[in-house]
C-alpha cells in the first residue's frame, strides 16, 4: 500500500493507515489518530439513526487536527478501500457495526454465485467495485464508471490496490455518447453536472450504457448488474440502457430523497417493461439468501428487511435506491413502513399495475 493516488493533493504525502473493518485492528497510527478514528467511530454510531446527518461537521473537526493523509480499509479477506483520512462521507466505515447501503450489500451477497458483469456507474472511490469484484461477493469482472476527475484518481487508485482487478472510465453517463459536461458541486459523494461544450476545459465526455455494450465494454451475451448513483441523471441513463435492459439485466439505481414524486419509479412503471413487486425474500446483510442466479432473482419478488433495536424495518422502497429487472421491478424507495410481526408490509402507490 506504499503507491499514492494522483491528484489527490497533500493527503498524498501524508501516511496511510490501515483499518480491518472484521477484526477492528488499526495499524499505522499514532495516538493522535487512534483518538481521531475513535472519535469518527462515536460520531457514526451517534449519527447512524439519523442518516449521519451532521457527521460531516464531525469530520470536518477531525480532520483539522491530523495531518493530511490516507487510510486504507479492509473491507473484508479480499477487498482494500481507500479513502482520505477523516472523510466527510466515507468515514463512516470506521464504525464496523454500519452496513453501508445494506439493501444493495444483501443483494450482491444473493447472486454471489452467479456469473455476471458489474457495472458501477458513478462509481465515486469504487466501493461497490472493490467488494462486487472480491472472492466473498463472487469475484466478478466488474467496469467502474466516474465523471468527476479527483474522484476517478482515487477510484483507479483503489483498482491498483485490488490488483487492477476492475475497469476505470473516465465519462460521465446520460442517455446517448457523443456529448460534453462539466462536474458541479463541492462534495466527491453528491458531484452533479451541466451541460458542457468540446472546448470546455473541464468538459467531460458523455457515454451511454448501450454505446459501451456495442463497443464491448460491456459483454452483451453475460448478465449484467448495473449500479446507477449519477445524481439526478438517472433517468437519462435508464433511456440510454434500452439494448442492456433488454436481456438479462438488474439495476440499482439511485431514486434521490428529495424527489417527493418518485420520478425515476415512474418512468419505470409506464414504459411498460418494470412493475413494482414485494414478496417474501427477508434477511440481514450479513445472512443474505442464496439465489439461483438473476433469473430466479426476478422471479421471487424481494423484500428486504433489517433489525433495529426495538422493531423490524421492512425496507420497501430502502432510502435511495432501486432494484430494478424486466418483467418484475422492485423500488427500495418510496416508503420505509414500520412492520411488526404479524403485520403485513403495506404496499406503495404507483400508477401503473402490480405485478
Known amino acids: 500500500m506504499d503507491a499514492s493516488p494522483r491528484n489527490e493533493g497533500p493527503a498524498s504525502a501524508g501516511r496511510t493507515l490501515a483499518y480491518d473493518r472484521e477484526t477492528g485492528r488499526l495499524s499505522g497510527a499514532r495516538l493522535v489518530e487512534r483518538l481521531a478514528v475513535a472519535a469518527l467511530q462515536a460520531g457514526s454510531a451517534a449519527t447512524a439513526r439519523f442518516g449521519h446527518r451532521g457527521y460531516r461537521l464531525g469530520c470536518n473537526v477531525v480532520s483539522s487536527a491530523v495531518a493530511p493523509g490516507d487510510i486504507a480499509i479492509r473491507l473484508n479477506s479480499d477487498a482494500v478501500f481507500s479513502m482520505p483520512f477523516a472523510d466527510g462521507y466515507w468515514s463512516r466505515l470506521l464504525n464496523r457495526r454500519y452496513v453501508y447501503e445494506a439493501e444493495i450489500e444483501t443483494f450482491l451477497r444473493g447472486v454471489s454465485d452467479v456469473d455476471y458483469v458489474f457495472v458501477d456507474g458513478g462509481a465515486n472511490f469504487g466501493y461497490w467495485s472493490v467488494l462486487a469484484s472480491s472472492r466473498p461477493f463472487g469475484a466478478h469482472d466488474a467496469l467502474a464508471i466516474e465523471a468527476s476527475a479527483p474522484n476517478v484518481s482515487r477510484l483507479e487508485f483503489n ?154 424495518m421492512a425496507v420497501m422502497n430502502a432510502p435511495k435506491r432501486i432494484l430494478a429487472a424486466p418483467r418484475v421491478w422492485m423500488d427500495l424507495r418510496a416508503a420505509i413502513r414500520e412492520v411488526r410481526p404479524p403485520r403485513s408490509v403495506a404496499e406503495p402507490e404507483f400508477d401503473c399495475l402490480r405485478y
Open 159 to 312: 483498482s491498483r490496490l485490488n490488483g487492477c482487478r476492475f475497469r476505470c472510465i473516465h465519462a460521465a453517463i446520460g442517455g446517448a455518447p457523443g456529448g460534453f459536461v462539466r462536474i458541479t458541486g463541492d462534495r466527491h459523494e453528491a458531484f452533479g453536472t451541466a451541460r458542457a461544450g468540446a472546448g470546455d476545459p473541464d468538459a467531460v465526455r458523455t457515454v451511454s450504457l448501450d454505446g459501451l455494450m456495442t463497443e464491448g465494454a460491456i459483454e452483451p451475451a453475460r448478465p449484467v448488474v448495473v449500479k446507477l448513483d449519477v445524481e439526478g441523471v438517472e433517468i437519462e441513463a435508464l433511456r440510454g440502457a434500452e439494448l442492456l435492459s433488454a436481456g438479462d439485466a438488474v439495476f440499482i439505481c439511485e431514486e434521490h430523497g428529495a424527489d417527493r414524486r418518485h420520478l425515476v419509479s415512474r418512468h419505470r412503471c409506464r414504459d411498460g417493461k418494470f412493475r413494482p413487486a414485494a414478496g417474501p425474500v427477508r434477511s440481514r446483510p450479513h445472512q443474505a439468501p442464496r439465489m439461483g442466479g438473476i433469473q430466479r432473482f426476478r422471479d421471487r419478488e424481494p423484500v428486504l428487511e433489517r433489525e433495529t433495536r426495538t422493531h423490524r
